[in-house]
């Protein structure tokens, strides 16, 4: 049973190399937002196979945490892109712009 | 091969990929590339503390390093840049003599360092010992690391509560965080017309 957890293990670490190749070369900056989110959600499931082959608890708690933050991030970079800042909530954002006219398409 | 062998080389795998990380990040160019490489790389040191079984130091690491500093990473890059400089094309040779002098200096103090587990090293043997023996008596909380941060360095902590609520002071009024500049510089479509482009 280890072995195979370990070897999930392995299968895990290699997709997380291949994520981060995505994120060194990334053409545009959305092919890196979503390997960065991309990559944490495989560190959550690493953290759980990893738990399970040390055979420790604790760790899911921390893949928990990873799983939280890796959303606000991800929301917190994609809000960045789209406005250009971090001020003021989504909703209120949106709402601004469509008073001022400044929907496009 | 017994569990720890297994974790071991996991490991390892992690510190590879830290590496990789770490190059990305002197190397590239794109300052959001590397904003976004910092937080992997507090995620993935985040997950080498957990497997050294230090849970409390990853658990700040992911919450301060992959979720915090992003943010704020961002907001700085908001008053600044999105392009690094790029660098000036002389070698800088007394920093490269300094940085190696210093990196052989700590590979000679590496067979000094206690065995990892070692129960006999310094950090495990007195003070540490005598905690784990005496927070079940004196203080009933299961996580000792807790009872130490909280309760027998209690003033400690609450000198870095401080200290952090002071920075954070700073850092708002340096990034400017609320509404007031919003209205200086009108809303225009700068970005929008960016990301059309």
């Known amino acids: 049973m280890d072995m195979v957890n370990f070897l999930v293990a392995l299968g ?30 495989k560190t959550v499931l690493f953290l759980l196979v990893f738990s399970a082959i040390a055979g420790r608890q604790d760790a899911i708690d921390i893949a928990l945490l990873y799983a939280l933050i890796n959303f606000v991030a991800t929301i917190a970079i994609l809000k960045f892109f789209r406005y250009r800042s971090l001020e003021i909530a989504l909703a209120q954002m949106s709402l601004r712009r469509a008073v001022e006219g400044e929907f496009e398409e | 091969m017994t569990g720890a062998d297994l974790t071991q080389f996991l490991d390892y795998t992690l510190i590879a990929m830290l590496l990789a990380v770490a190059f990305a990040i002197v190397r590239l160019r794109n300052l959001f590339a590397v904003v976004m490489l910092t937080g992997v790389y507090s995620l993935l040191s985040a997950a080498w503390f957990v497997s050294l079984d230090a849970v409390d130091v990853a658990f700040t690491e ?27 094309a002389g070698r800088h040779w007394l920093a490269l003599a300094v940085v190696s002098v210093a990196g052989i200096a700590l590979l000679f103090a590496i067979p000094d360092l206690p065995v990892y587990g070692d129960p006999n090293s310094p950090a495990n043997a007195y003070v540490g010992a005598a905690y784990l023996e005496r927070t079940p008596n004196e203080i009933s909380v299961p996580n000792v690391v807790t009872a130490v941060l909280a309760s027998y360095r209690g003033y400690d902590t609450f000198g870095e509560v401080v200290v952090i609520f002071t920075a954070a002071l700073g850092v708002i009024l340096l990034l400017g965080f609320g509404n007031g500049r919003r209205d200086r510089t009108k809303p225009g479509k700068t970005g929008q017309e960016e990301d059309q482009a």
């Open chain 2, 62 to 88: 992911a919450a301060v390093g992959a979720g915090i500093s992003t943010v704020l990473m961002l907001g700085a890059m908001l008053l600044t840049a999105r392009e690094c400089e790029p660098a000036g």
């Open chain 1, 12 to 41: 895990l670490a290699g997709a997380m190399a291949i994520m981060l190749a995505r994120l060194f070369a990334g053409p545009t900056l959305y092919d890196r937002v979503l390997a960065a989110n991309s990559f944490g959600t």
